[in-house]
């Protein structure tokens, strides 16, 4: 049998998964490393744990393909990542990943003075500090001895092509998430070098998702069970992947993902700028680009509610063998819809779209003596699907409107939470019972660029049955009510958002 290898590398884990050449699973593995926050705003990886859980995971995935060939091996990787590495390829920091905000004073300073939005304009890459083009603003103005030894800039995914056949490539895909490459040209930006003060020369070669690369080092293919001539191709992407993987790449079909984080976009076959600078605009590949809005604040807000507010709960589950979110959403679940009047923003972690501030804050609104735990884990999961929708907005004002909703990524698996979005959208919500839509993305992706298929088109075919969720009309008043104050609130609450930052940034331990 004939095998392909999808690899998902996550902004908390890698998971690798090995497909038969229909789509269909045979065996994967997830491996974990840990987010190091320890500083304020910091959100950082290790390249070590990243690699060891990359090659035990594929070592752990190829034995399950004893009786076959591998034909390739296609990535997902996590979007707006930089490492700095010297001239002899030691890095010189850890992976520095989109959820790191360090960089809020000089992308303020870029959106002020006109240049972020000029630059925007032409890379499609909101000016955020997730990006790249913030992060080495940072690093020149306040880690010189860094940015002034790097002589190589890399990403997650490329930090493995580089170790595993000395590449030194970006795709792209992941390169129209760094704000330095410009989408209309597809090569780096010169206002954006001249800005960060970097050169081409220290960035990765541009090149096309379907790029193939060969010849990997022999120590690490016998580690890994792969013959050294085994094609990896670059892939794109995990958001791009996550349209591509739920077959959500027609005209208005929007893809709904919440992982850690979360996002909603659309497949366009042009590059689309919002003159409001709230949307993206990411590669899938030339002949598709994915326009949408991207959220810091998914399953890890759910997380933090389990974690801080039902330890108890948590304790329970793991005693009777449930899954603890499960249980949590049952305890929602007997909430009405809109958690009688509490309203909860989930920026815990600032927020990108759709308001673009690394200084924001979660809150809950309107708690009152008749609200209990029950009610604010409701609040929790409707803030996150009311704060998407407000993406949704704005998505719409530069695609036009959504026609269909077609949901992935952890919050998928919830009965409770599929009910919310289609509840809150007023709009049918389609959950596909592939769940490792990135991965099986990227080898849709792997089976185009070895010419074995001619167009992304047959995922439709492997993705199987989906289940949908209709919108009950019950709900629609809470909702209706609620929704404008909710979106007001968050507009109001900006104008305090740096006032309280600041304050943790001065008293909160470094």
Known sequence: MDYLIGVDLGTTSTKVVLFDTKGHVIASANKGYKLYRDAPDMAEEDLDEIWEAFTDAMAQVTRAAKDGKILGVSFSSAMHSLIAFDADWQPLTRVITWADARAVKYTEELKSNGIGQEIYSKTGTPIHPMAPLSKLLWLKNEHTDIYNNAVHYLGIKEFLFNRLFGANKMDYSIASGTGLFNIFNLDWDEQALSVTGITKEQLPEPVDPYTIETGMDPQYAAEMGLDVDTPFIYGAGDGPLSNLGVNAIQPGVAAVTIGTSGAIRVVTDAPKIDPKGRTFTYALDKDHWVVGGPVNNGGDVFRWARDNMFDSEKSTAELLGIDSYDL??????????????????????????????????????????????AHMVRAVLEGIIFNIYMVSLALEEVVGDLSAIQATGGFARSPLWRQMAADIFEQPVTVPTAFESGALAATVMAQKALGLIDNLEVIGDMI?????????????????????????????LQTEYKAIADYQRTHIEK
């Open 328 to 373: 949590l959403t049952e305890i929602a679940s007997k909430i009405p819809a809109g958690a009688d009047g509490l309203l909860f923003h989930p920026y815990l972690g600032g927020e990108r779209a759709p308001i673009w501030d690394a200084n924001a804050r979660g809150s809950f609104f309107g708690l009152t003596h008749n609200h209990t735990r």
């Open 464 to 492: 199987g049955e989906a289940n949908t969720y209709q919108p009950n009309p019950e709900n629609y008043d809470a909702y209706r009510e609620l929704t404008p104050i909710f979106i007001r609130l968050s507009r109001q």
